[in-house]
């Protein structure tokens, strides 16, 4: 966040996707790889101290087998490199966010 407030984008006049002529930069920030969606859930659930109630369903229209954040610009452009991975990151943010409510 810091990286893009002390870069902000050049006000080129330009056209951007969606129509807008201000001047700005969408980034995707993440990971740059996949993660198994049930190590995923692993996480959660040790985080929380709670087994997940899980109900497997066929792929349905529009889910995608696999993603990843495709973090190319944001590298290019600031220099990111993702640090903290989803060991990591998924205690850490289900930490703050029960402090963050109350709960």
């Not at 049930?38 to 659930?45: A, D, Q």
Request: proline share 8%; aromatic share 8%.
């Amino acid at each position: 966040m810091v990286a893009c407030h002390d870069n902000p984008p050049q006000d080129d006049g330009s056209t951007k996707a969606g129509g807008s002529v201000a001047p700005h930069r969408v980034y995707n920030i993440g990971n740059h790889r996949s993660e198994e969606l049930m190590h995923m859930i692993r996480l959660i659930e040790k985080a929380c101290g709670r087994e997940a109630t899980i109900d497997f369903q066929p792929l349905q229209p529009g889910d995608v087998p696999e993603t990843f954040a495709h973090i190319d610009a944001i590298q290019k452009d600031l220099g990111f490199q993702p640090t903290t991975s989803i060991d990591v990151g998924v205690p850490r943010f289900i930490e703050w966010y029960r402090a963050y409510h109350g709960l």
